[in-house]
C-alpha cells in the first residue's frame, strides 16, 4: 500500500520588495517608462519651454568665473536662496582668489556657517583658491578636466560652470533635473550620470545649450517632489506622469 505523500502548506507568497528609489529622489515616487522617447514629443517639450523661458540662467549670484565656481560648489546640499544670501556679503570683500586667501579658512566659515557641510566648503574653497593662485595665475581655468581637479568641483559643478558660461552644452543632473527626466520619460536611467547620457542622446542640438536650466527651473516651481503643478504645467499632456500622479492624489490639479 502506498502511503499518501504529506504536502506542506505554504504561507501567504510575500510579494516581490518594491525596487528602491534612487538615492537622489525625494518626495512623489516615479515610473519608470521605456526608453528612448518619442522624438516629436521630446521636441515638443523643448519648444514649450524655449517659449516661456527664452533665456534661462542660474539663481545662483556670481560676478566672474572665480565666484560662479565658489557658488555652485558651497550649493552642494543646500539651496540656491541660502547660499545667495551667504555670497552677498562673502563676495563684497572676497571675490577673486586673492582676496579669498587673505579671508583664509577662518575668515570664511563666518561668512558660510548659515550652509550646510560649511566647514568641508570652507576647506575646499580656500584650497582650490590657492590652486588657482599657484597653477593658474588667478585666472579660473575653463576646462572640464582643470575644474574637476579642483577640491570640491566635481562633475556636477564643472558642468554647471562651463553651461553657464556658454562653453560647453553640459547637462549637470541634480534632484530636479532627475525627477523631471523620469516623469517626463525623457530618461529612465537609475543615476544622474546615466542620465545625463541619456538625455544627450535624446534633446536635440539647438535645445542643448539651455536643456539643463529649463529642467531644473521647470523641477523647482512646477514639476515638484511634492504635490508638482499639474493644472498649472505648460507640458502636462505631453508627461506620460501626469494620469498616475492625478489619480494616486500626488498632483496639484487646481
Not at 524655449?50 to 550649493?75: D, G, I, Q
Request: aromatic share 6%; hydrophobic share 45%; glycine share 8%.
Amino acid at each position: 500500500m502506498v502511503k499518501p505523500v504529506r504536502i506542506k502548506a505554504k504561507g501567504p507568497i510575500k510579494p516581490e520588495p518594491a525596487p528602491k528609489r534612487p538615492s537622489v529622489m525625494t518626495g512623489a515616487a516615479i515610473p519608470n517608462w521605456g526608453w528612448p522617447p518619442d522624438e516629436d514629443r521630446v521636441e515638443q517639450i523643448f519648444e514649450r519651454l524655449a517659449r516661456v523661458m527664452p533665456e534661462p540662467k542660474t539663481e545662483l549670484t556670481f560676478h566672474n568665473p572665480y565666484t560662479l565656481v565658489v557658488a555652485v560648489a558651497l550649493s552642494a546640499q543646500a539651496t540656491d536662496v541660502s547660499v545667495n544670501k551667504a555670497t552677498d556679503r562673502l563676495f563684497a570683500v572676497a571675490d577673486t582668489p586673492q582676496t579669498m586667501l587673505a579671508l583664509g579658512e577662518d575668515g570664511l566659515i563666518p561668512f558660510i556657517a548659515s550652509i550646510g557641510l560649511y566647514r568641508g566648503k570652507a576647506r575646499n574653497v580656500i584650497a582650490l583658491s590657492r590652486i588657482v593662485m599657484d597653477q593658474y595665475g588667478g585666472e579660473v581655468p575653463l576646462t572640464r578636466e582643470a575644474l574637476q581637479a579642483l577640491p570640491g568641483v566635481g562633475r556636477k559643478t564643472a558642468s554647471v560652470v562651463l553651461n553657464e558660461l556658454g562653453i560647453e552644452a553640459a547637462i549637470a543632473v541634480d534632484t530636479h533635473v532627475f525627477r523631471v527626466s523620469h516623469r517626463l520619460g525623457l530618461a529612465n536611467a537609475p543615476t544622474p550620470d546615466k542620465v545625463e547620457a541619456q538625455l544627450f542622446k535624446v534633446v536635440s542640438d539647438a535645445f542643448l545649450p539651455k536643456a539643463h536650466h529649463w529642467l531644473i527651473l521647470h523641477g523647482r516651481y512646477t514639476c515638484t517632489a511634492r504635490k508638482p503643478d499639474c493644472a498649472g504645467c505648460l507640458i502636462s499632456d505631453l508627461c506620460p506622469s501626469r494620469a498616475g500622479l492625478v489619480a494616486t492624489g500626488e498632483a496639484r490639479t487646481g
